[in-house]
């Protein structure tokens, strides 16, 4: 009886896909975009420019388009692009996390010895909300960022999905229902790693699965080919004119026709052996002439006179035609490398599918755990654009998609949420000759202001209940609130707390007055928590703590707490701002040359044992500088920059010389990048 129930209960259901929560309304919060960093110079031009002094940058310095790199929460950051790039992307690669916490670890180098970085909380975070209720979870993650992504593709774009076999049924499925079954056109498998030897449950598991689905019917894809065989070609290929070595192959197809295609040709009928004529179209290109108004028989004596044809001694025989080598085999669904097959392809010196080896050792490897092969994205991009399309990777993690797309000269956006993944990525765009200019975003204060809006407003015409926000923000840190104070808002044993808004940085005006508010209320310890500064603010405010006797320390309210459920675990660590020291020089000519003095972490106890142990000396901790000659107190132009590569270790600690083209007064400001990923500014003042 109870079956009998069931069965009428499914037959009445929709066909879909069902898990449990699962929400089939996306949300599209449309947040503005900050640019909190425009680059324009590659390392590698800069270094070419030095040499052969041409300024080869300029004119791509004009074009109107920057490429992005965005940093934030993909779901975030999609929906604010959609009002300026729905319909506008023509190939989307992602390859979002897994399964593994390998998400998110970096191996990361501190002088000559590397160590291991754990994901961070927002990353945690990620990974939580993506396998916290499991495939549930995981699924209705993807599901929302699917249907964004499908919004933001043109009429004739690709999307490719790679997944683990651990996931791909599903994900398939859900694609399915995103793009509709139609839009499917692949399920590539590609070989991720050697062999595994040994295995007593399971056949080696060696490969990913990577879906191919388009928007719509019209989409762009020119197939690539890869070399024949060599054995193929030794054993078909036997003979040679002066176009080259061909094989005799068929003129004709299985299956008899009415027209001029079932007739006979030269004493052969193809009626008679159940064939038709079907001329290949790369035969009719080697004629030269336009056979658009020939007959068959007429374009077939054309190839005969072309000596294209071979013609059997024995009459009536099938004549076939002489099919010269091409470019290669299409590419097939499986993308496997193969070790020790050197020689084994006809023309190259290449293995079988070495441009889509998994990564060990080579060259471009960066130390991400979850690093994809640049091989394997060129196939993509090749495949699915035209040199004018504009490609995109939402979980870019070191920047694969985007390197690719800027070395064949694609446009391109990229995103992830990892401080590390974005500042890896930049390094590594950096390192591409000529790479074009492009710009780092991230939602910045928009994207707390919307948590602060939704955190605390209980009633859309309420003004956001400041005192709630600082309670919690004391809450975390471990504090008391404060009554009666204008300026204070708590204190933590002896120390007073000043909190920044979430929506301005902490000017310096801000903590004299908080400041003078202690000294009035008789104490002499202050921390001050914010979220952004003034810029160049640090010296300034220690020389007035210190000059009014305030034990003074500044902190930075992580993206952390943002995050319920590292909140509710309380993972939450305010750190201290860095100190850097930084000095401008000039020189005889009147040129500039700005020099790293000194760089501190002050909570030597935030940063893991082992790392502590490695470092020598303070320039250890730093990982990238850059300085911008002029900056206009808004976004930072990178005009220089210094860093560690995982070949070259060595960082600079003076810039170049800096000539300036006007006289008068100018504001450097330099951006030091920790071995964690913190940026720490400085603002110096020189006249020219
Ligand atoms: C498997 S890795 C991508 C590796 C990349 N294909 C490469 O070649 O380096 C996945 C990336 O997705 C990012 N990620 C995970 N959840 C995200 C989210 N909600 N928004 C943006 N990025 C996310 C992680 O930070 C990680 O860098």
Redesign the pocket.
């Known amino acids: 009886m109870e079956t009998v129930k069931m069965t009428e209960e499914i037959k009445t259901m929709p066909t879909g896909l069902y898990w449990q929560g699962k929400k089939t309304e996306v949300d599209r919060i449309v947040l503005p975009f900050q640019t909190i960093e425009t680059i324009n110079e590659s390392r590698a031009t800069r270094e070419k420019e030095k040499k052969t002094g041409a300024d080869m940058f300029k004119e791509e310095a004009n074009a109107n388009w920057h490429n992005r790199l965005i940093w934030g929460?993909?779901?975030y950051v999609m929906a604010s692009l959609l009002p300026e790039f729905a319909g506008k992307i023509d190939l989307i690669y992602i390859?979002?996390?897994f399964a593994t916490g390998a998400?998110?670890s970096v191996k990361m180098e501190i002088g000559d010895a590397s160590w291991t970085k754990e994901p961070s909380a927002i990353?945690d975070k990620?990974y939580r909300d993506?396998w916290g209720r499991g495939l549930d979870s995981y699924l209705q993650m993807m599901y929302e960022r699917l249907v964004l992504m499908r919004e933001l593709l043109s009429e004739n774009a690709s999307i490719y999905v790679h997944v683990g076999p651990n996931v791909s049924h599903y994900i398939k499925v859900v694609l399915d229902d995103v793009f509709g079954m139609d839009n499917y056109h692949s399920e590539i498998v590609w070989r991720r790693s050697n062999s595994h030897n040994k295995l007593t449950d399971q056949y080696g598991p060696i490969h990913d699965v990577i879906f191919f689905f388009s928007k719509t019917s019209a989409f762009t894809f020119h197939p690539t080919t890869r070399p024949f065989s060599r054995g193929y070609i030794e054993e078909r290929f036997k003979y040679r004119d002066n176009h080259g070595i061909y094989q005799p192959n068929y003129l004709t197809g299985p299956g008899t026709r009415k027209g001029e295609s079932g007739m006979p040709w030269h004493g052969f009928d193809p009626t008679r052996v159940g064939r038709h004529w079907a001329i290949p179209a790369k035969l009719r290109e080697l004629l030269n002439i336009d056979t658009s108004a020939m007959t068959t028989q007429e374009i077939l004596d054309e190839c005969l006179k072309a000596e294209l044809l071979v013609i059997p001694k024995k009459e009536g025989g099938q004549p076939m035609y002489r099919q010269y080598l091409n470019e290669g085999v299409p590419h097939q669904d499986v993308w496997a490398y193969q070790p020790n097959t050197k020689g084994v392809l006809y023309g190259t010196d290449e293995c079988i599918d070495e441009d889509v080896k998994w990564l060990e050792q080579e060259e471009e490897k960066l130390g991400?755990e979850?690093?994809?092969p640049e091989g394997l994205i060129q196939r993509i991009i090749e495949t699915s654009t035209d040199s004018d399309s504009l490609v995109a990777d939402?979980?870019?993690?070191?920047?694969?998609?985007g390197a690719v797309a800027e070395k064949l000269g694609r446009r391109w956006i990229m995103?992830?949420?990892?401080r590390f993944?974005i500042h890896t990525t930049r390094k590594r765009l950096l390192g591409i000759e000529g790479c074009k200019p492009f710009v780092v975003q991230n939602l910045g204060k928009y994207e707390r202001q919307y948590w602060q809006g939704v955190t605390f407003k209980k009633r859309s015409d309420e003004q956001i209940p400041l005192y709630e926000y600082i309670e919690f923000i004391l809450k975390l840190y471990k504090a008391e609130p404060l009554a009666g104070m204008l300026h204070l808002h708590g204190r933590k044993g002896k120390r007073l707390i000043h909190i920044g808004a979430v929506d301005a940085p902490v000017t310096f005006a801000e903590i004299q007055e908080a400041i003078a508010e202690t000294k009035k209320a008789g104490q002499d310890s202050l921390d001050i928590l914010g979220w952004e500064w003034e810029m160049g603010l640090h010296d300034v405010v220690e020389k007035a703590a210190k000059a009014s006797g305030v034990h003074l320390r500044l902190f930075s309210i992580p993206r952390d707490v943002m995050d319920d459920r590292a909140v509710e675990k309380g993972e939450i660590t305010f750190y201290e701002l860095a100190y850097l020291d930084v000095e401008a020089q000039q020189d005889k000519a009147g040129r500039f040359v700005v020099a790293l003095k000194d760089f501190a972490i002050p909570n030597l106890d935030l940063i893991p044992q082992e790392v502590r142990k490695i470092v020598k000396k303070w320039s250890d901790y730093i990982d990238y500088w850059a300085v911008d000659w002029d900056w206009n107190e808004d976004t930072f132009h990178n005009m220089w920059q210094s860093y560690r590569t995982r070949k070259e270790r060595k960082l600079e600690l003076k810039t170049d010389a800096h000539a300036y083209e006007t006289k008068g007064r100018h504001l450097i400001m330099v951006k030091v990048i920790d071995i964690f990923g913190n940026d720490t500014t400085k603002v110096l003042e020189v006249k020219s």
Do not use: I, V, W
Request: with cysteine; hydrophobic share 25%.
């Open positions: 929460d993909n779901k390859d979002p996390p998400d998110f990353e990620a993506t991400y979850t690093q994809k939402f979980f870019c993690g070191s920047g694969t998609t995103a992830d949420l990892g993944a």
